[in-house]
C-alpha cells in the first residue's frame, strides 16, 4: 500500500500550507501520523490522529500553529499548517500505525505503511 502526500511548496514565513494524505479505500482503517525531516537532521513525529479522528496529538513544536484531521468520506488526512517559519523547512511524510498499536506513538517501527513525502519550504 502506498500513501500519498501532496500539498507541499515554497511558501513565505507567516503563511499556510495545507498537506494532504491520501490511499485510495485504505486510510479510514488506520490511525495517522505526520513527520517531518530536514536535510541533515533526525525524522521528527509532527502530528497524530487515530483512526476514529477522536484523538489527536501534536508535537510542541507545532502546537498552536498546526492542525490535523481526517475526512472520512475523502479517506483522507489533511495536516494544516499556519504561521510557518523557516524551521518547518523539511520533507514532510505520512505514515499508517500498524493497527495492533492502540496508543499515540512516533516509533517509526510501529508505523505499517509509509509515503513518499512532500516537500515543504519555507523562505524567511
Known amino acids: 500500500v502506498q500513501l500519498q502526500a501532496s500539498g507541499g511548496g515554497l511558501v513565505q514565513a507567516g503563511g499556510s500550507l495545507r498537506l494532504s494524505c491520501a490511499a485510495s479505500g485504505f486510510l479510514n482503517n488506520y490511525a495517522i501520523g505526520w513527520f517531518r525531516q530536514a536535510p541533515g537532521k533526525e525524522r521528527e513525529g509532527v502530528s497524530y490522529?487515530?483512526?476514529?479522528?477522536?484523538?489527536?496529538y501534536l508535537s510542541d513544536s507545532v502546537k498552536g500553529r498546526f492542525t490535523i484531521s481526517r475526512d472520512r468520506a475523502k479517506d483522507t488526512v489533511y495536516l494544516q499548517m499556519t504561521s510557518l517559519k523557516p524551521e518547518d523547512t523539511a520533507v514532510y511524510y505520512c505514515?499508517?500505525?500498524?493497527?495492533?498499536?492502540?496508543?499515540?506513538?512516533?516509533?517509526?517501527?510501529?508505523?505499517?505503511?509509509w509515503g513518499r513525502g512532500t516537500q515543504v519550504t519555507v523562505s524567511s
Open positions: 505514515a499508517a500505525v500498524n493497527p495492533t498499536i492502540e496508543f499515540i506513538t512516533f516509533n517509526p517501527d510501529y508505523y505499517q505503511y
Open positions: 490522529i487515530s483512526g476514529s479522528g477522536s484523538i489527536t
